[in-house]
Nanobody, 118 residues
Framework: LIQLVESGGGSVQAGESLRLSCTAPGITANNCGMDWYRQAPGKQREWVSEVTNDGRIMYADSVKGRFTISTDKAKDTVYLQMNSLKPEDTAIYSC????????????WGQGTQVTVSS
C-alpha cells in the first residue's frame, strides 16, 4: 500500500502560481505513474494531469499550457506546477497512483486546497 501525501496548496490571486507536491514512497521502486485530480465545491472529481510509468504526460484541456507535471524519482515525489491560475481552478487537489492496482495501489490522500480569487 502506497501512502499519498499532498501539499503546497494555498490562497492566491488570479494570475499567480503554486506548486503542488505529491509524496508517495515506493512509486519509483514499484514503477508507478501518478495522476492529479481536483474537486471543486459541489462538483464531481475532475482529472487534471497524468504522468505514466513510462514517462508519457497528458493534461486536461482546461489546464493545458498552464500546468506542468513532473517527477523527482529520487524523492518519490510528483509535482504539479500551476501557472496563470484562474478562479475556476479553485478546488481540492489530490493525487492517485497509476495504475491504481497491485503494487501501485493507494488510497486517496487528504488532498490540498487551492483557492484562487479574482
Amino acid at each position: 500500500l502506497i501512502q499519498l501525501v499532498e501539499s503546497g496548496g494555498g490562497s492566491v490571486q488570479a494570475g499567480e502560481s503554486l506548486r503542488l507536491s505529491c509524496t508517495a514512497p515506493g512509486i519509483t521502486a514499484n514503477n508507478c505513474g501518478m495522476d492529479w485530480y481536483r474537486q471543486a465545491p459541489g462538483k464531481q472529481r475532475e482529472w487534471v494531469s497524468e504522468v505514466t510509468n513510462d514517462g508519457r504526460i497528458m493534461y486536461a484541456d482546461s489546464v493545458k499550457g498552464r500546468f506542468t507535471i513532473s517527477t523527482d524519482k529520487a524523492k518519490d515525489t510528483v509535482y504539479l506546477q500551476m501557472n496563470s491560475l484562474k478562479p475556476e481552478d479553485t478546488a481540492i487537489y489530490s493525487c492517485k497512483t497509476n495504475p491504481p492496482t497491485g503494487r501501485c495501489f493507494a488510497r486517496w490522500g487528504q488532498g490540498t486546497q487551492v483557492t484562487v480569487s479574482s
